[in-house]
């Protein structure tokens, strides 16, 4: 974008009630400063006033926000040319500008404007996905945002039973059922349980397809059972709270079933759900995941080591004179590495290439997690060539390719040996 086709430069520092904005009119040197209400109305005035003063002229906006409420907002004007900025950027640009550390959000705000003034070659415009992939990309976050709470309320509900009903952490496998939750709101502490009718509790267990003989043990078990405390503080609290996560287990167990439905629909309408549905182990909980990571912008990603280094999966080299330090990228999109972590590992128990490199990598003393990464920068690339040619993965043609270049390597390195040479490509011969 050219200084020459925008109207308007606008760098915006958001905030939760009050956006602080700074503006320079192309051609002019005066930069204007005011605020803004984090309104519909405050933002609809001031944009369509802009608009207004500047007729088929383009106004380009810079903000410390990729996804939120605001470039939401703003994203529904055609005038407007978005430049989210990562807070890290911001961060460098005020530490150069004030060594002190000094730091208010008018100053930002013109801070922001100086950087997409002068270096918005540097900066990506924002230019959104097709609608049904940001639909996607919002939904499976959200999926494993509700995947996360309930681990939460599942760990605090087991450590609540340890303290007073342990038995039924014994009697069932896990507590993450619907059987145990009914289980729980019934019979809330093992004293009503054991008051209950056996019938009763064959009936509920009969309900959820327990075996006949399961049933026949558990009843001997409660029988058996002694209570853990008997103190009425904690009784009486314990069962409130074991209640409270019970009904909030319910709930979530609802919503991701409601996600995985709305999901499930999404992604096998989606033009490119022959490509990631093809990848080994992307079944329907990561395939939809893959096709929010890649999007469908054949222009965004230029190369394979675009979106290794974007998703934290490339590894950062630092050097500075006889030293250098390889580490793993800590600014990165953290569900995005989590995503293509989880189905290289996914991937090993389908491909049998994957599971053979996975091992050759723990065979050279890598850690699991290290194993995986490695793994899945791989993948990216496989994976990475498939999206930009829309054609589905094929395992047995890569693995044919993965044959035929260790057949030529061996045949090269033989040649070297003939010649005298120990070793080549660095592979010990």
């Known amino acids: 974008?050219?200084?020459?086709?925008?109207?308007?430069?606008?760098?915006?520092?958001?905030?939760?009630?009050?956006?602080?904005?700074?503006?320079?009119?192309?051609?002019?040197?005066?930069?204007?400063?005011?605020?803004?209400?984090?309104?519909?109305?405050a933002v609809e005035q001031f944009v369509s006033g802009l608009?207004?003063?500047?007729?088929?002229?383009?106004?380009?906006?810079?903000?410390?926000?990729?996804?939120?409420?605001?470039?939401?907002?703003?994203?529904k004007y055609a005038h407007l040319v978005l430049y989210p900025i990562h807070p890290n950027t911001v961060d460098h640009y005020r530490k150069s500008a004030f060594p002190s550390g000094a730091k208010s959000d008018p100053g930002d705000a013109v801070l922001i404007l100086d950087l997409l003034y002068r270096h918005a070659e540097r900066l990506r415009p924002f230019h959104p996905d097709t609608v049904e992939t940001r639909t996607l990309q919002l939904l499976v976050e959200a999926r494993r945002e509700a995947v996360d709470d309930k681990t939460r309320?599942?760990?605090?509900?087991?450590?609540?039973l340890k303290m007073f009903y342990p038995q039924v952490l014994d009697w069932f496998s896990t507590p993450d059922t619907v059987v145990v939750g009914r289980f729980l709101l019934k019979w809330p502490t093992l004293e009503k349980l054991q008051r209950a009718r056996a019938g009763s509790i064959a009936d509920l267990l009969s309900e959820h397809r327990i075996p006949d003989s399961r049933i026949e043990?558990?009843?001997?078990?409660?029988?058996?059972?002694?209570?853990?405390?008997?103190?009425?503080?904690?009784?009486?609290?314990?069962v409130l709270i074991v209640r409270r996560l019970v009904q909030q287990l319910e709930v979530l167990h609802e919503a991701i079933?409601?996600?995985?439905?709305?999901?499930?629909?999404?992604?096998?309408?989606?033009?490119?759900?022959?490509?990631?549905?093809?990848?080994?182990?992307?079944?329907?909980?990561?395939?939809?995941?893959?096709?929010?990571?890649f999007g469908t912008q054949r222009d965004r990603y230029a190369t394979a080591s675009a979106i290794q280094r974007y998703a934290g999966i490339a590894p950062v080299t630092e050097s500075s004179g006889k030293q250098k330090w390889v580490h793993w990228r800590w600014a990165c999109p953290k569900f995005l590495r989590q995503t293509f972590h989880e189905w290289a590992w996914m991937s090993t128990k389908k491909s049998t290439w994957a599971r053979s490199f996975?091992?050759?990598?723990?065979?050279r003393n890598k850690s699991?997690?290290?194993?995986?990464?490695?793994?899945?920068?791989?993948?990216i690339r496989i994976v990475f060539r498939c999206w930009k040619d829309r054609v589905p993965y094929d395992e047995t043609r890569y693995t044919l390719s993965l044959q035929k270049r260790s057949t030529s390597k061996?045949?090269?390195?033989?040649?070297?040996?003939?010649?005298?040479?120990?070793?080549?490509?660095?592979?010990?011969?």
């Open 153 to 160: 309320y599942l760990n605090r509900l087991t450590a609540q």
């Open 257 to 293: 079933a409601d996600h995985d439905k709305k999901i499930a629909a999404l992604a096998k309408s989606h033009p490119d759900y022959g490509i990631f549905s093809s990848l080994p182990g992307a079944g329907p909980a990561m395939a939809p995941r893959l096709i929010a990571a």
């Open 51 to 75: 608009a207004i003063r500047f007729p088929g002229r383009q106004v380009a906006v810079a903000l410390e926000q990729s996804r939120g409420a605001l470039i939401f907002m703003l994203g």
């Open 358 to 363: 996975y091992d050759q990598q723990r065979n």
């Open 1 to 41: 974008m050219t200084q020459d086709g925008i109207a308007v430069w606008l760098g915006i520092d958001w905030a939760d009630e009050k956006h602080r904005w700074a503006m320079r009119i192309n051609g002019e040197s005066r930069i204007h400063q005011g605020e803004l209400e984090h309104t519909p109305e």
């Open 368 to 379: 699991h997690h290290a194993a995986v990464r490695a793994l899945s920068f791989k993948w």
């Open 410 to 429: 061996n045949v090269e390195i033989r040649v070297k040996n003939f010649y005298g040479f120990a070793q080549f490509d660095g592979l010990s011969c």
């Open 217 to 238: 043990t558990l009843m001997e078990l409660i029988a058996q059972a002694v209570p853990a405390v008997k103190d009425a503080a904690v009784l009486e609290s314990s």
